[in-house]
């Protein structure tokens, strides 16, 4: 059982700053691709930021210069480094993995792994 936790949102003032951690656990063999997304109320999923398992990274244009996406592959851990912040990225920050899991002699892909989410509220 593969399993994604969130941590580090908060409260804070528009042009602080936050970083969000994002720990994965189980009987994971390696990660490739992980990535943030958030939602704001009675509004859909969005996509944040994406790292591949080589390091390379990919924004979207809303948050571009302003958030930094990073992992500890020692760790199985993934960050998000988010600077001036801005009222608009109020939202629930979740990160997805994609896996490879141990699984008995096997491996197995675990392809679309959620985590529950932080809560992140950009406010004066």
């Known amino acids: 059982q593969v399993q994604l936790v969130e941590s580090g949102g908060g409260l804070v003032q528009p042009g602080g700053s936050l970083r969000l951690s994002c720990a994965a656990s189980?009987?994971?063999?390696?990660?490739?691709?992980m990535g943030w997304y958030r939602q704001a109320p009675v509004k859909e999923r969005e996509w944040v930021a994406t790292i591949a398992s080589d390091g390379s990274t990919l924004y979207a244009d809303s948050v571009q210069g302003r958030f930094t996406i990073s992992r500890d592959n020692a760790k199985n851990t993934l960050y998000l480094q988010m600077n001036s912040l801005k009222t608009e990225d109020t939202a629930v920050y979740f990160c997805?993995?994609?896996?490879?899991?141990?699984?008995?002699?096997?491996?197995?892909?675990?392809?679309?792994?959620w985590g529950q989410g932080t809560q992140v509220t950009v406010s004066s």
């Open positions: 997805n993995a994609d896996l490879m899991v141990v699984a008995g002699t096997a491996l197995r892909r675990e392809a679309d792994v």
């Open positions: 189980g009987s994971i063999f390696s990660i490739n691709e």
